[in-house]
């Protein structure tokens, strides 16, 4: 009996190793299955692209810009022009501003006097300061020999701070530049569709600009 009763507890105890050896393999099944379940395609884990809000764009409309200043053109009803405050500015120098889209198109008028080379040249220098950043510029020739004006668009591609600059002159009395800039960190990505917008704007604003003549200005002067 004695013998039995050991081989009885022997073979008990086999039984009880067999169950929990079972009981383990099905945990670790369950374990499996849960861990490829959480790693399938349809994880999130991947990082995604970075998602910028939707923009609601105005209605394009212009009125026309007119002041003490030697020239005439049409701007957005969504911006506002304001006169250069800085130190050193002069009368004619002004930022249209486009609250909305956190930009400015900073324009600076100077009176020719034999010099037209140079503000050609200083235009040059400054917009090829962004080739550091940029990924490309590509020029625009302006001819509109009815309105005896004259010039090149520079549109800067890339992470550039200023996007696009131009400049417009009658090659005898008058030169203006504009440069447009956004008041943030500059990310193609980001300000796109919003540069977009504005450069038709510009573009606008170029194809009716118009010099005034003398007797328009000693006019509004009084």
């Excluded at 009885?8 to 169950?19: A, M, P």
């Excluded at 956190?102 to 235009?123: C, F, P, R, W």
């Excluded at 940029?134 to 591609?157: F, P």
Aim: positive net charge; glycine residues 4%; contains cysteine.
């Amino acid at each position: 009996m004695k013998s039995r009763s050991s081989k009885f507890k022997v073979q008990s105890s086999k039984s009880g190793n067999f169950l929990m050896t079972i009981i383990f393999c099905l945990l670790s099944l369950v374990s499996c299955l849960f861990l490829f379940s959480c790693g399938s395609d349809d994880d999130t884990l991947a990082p995604k692209p970075r998602a910028y809000f939707r923009l609601n764009f105005p209605e394009k409309k212009y009125i026309k810009y007119d002041s003490v200043c030697p020239f005439t053109f049409e701007r957005p009803v969504y911006s506002q022009m304001d006169r250069d405050r800085n130190p050193g500015a002069e009368p004619c120098w002004l930022n249209l501003n486009f609250p909305t889209f956190n930009g400015t198109l900073h324009l600076s008028y100077k009176a020719v006097n034999g010099n037209i080379q140079q503000y050609i040249e200083d235009t040059y220098t400054l917009a090829s300061k962004h080739q550091i950043k940029a990924s490309g510029i590509e020029e625009k020739l302006i001819t509109r020999d009815s309105s005896h004006i004259y010039g090149l668009i520079y549109e800067i591609e890339g992470n550039a701070a200023s996007a696009m600059q131009f400049y417009l002159t009658d090659s005898t009395k008058h030169f203006i530049r504009g440069a447009l800039y956004f008041n943030e960190v500059p990310n193609i990505d980001s300000i796109g569709p919003v540069l977009e917008f504005i450069k038709k704007d510009v573009y606008n604003m170029i194809n009716t600009f118009e010099w005034k003549n003398e007797n328009t200005i000693q006019h509004q002067k009084k």
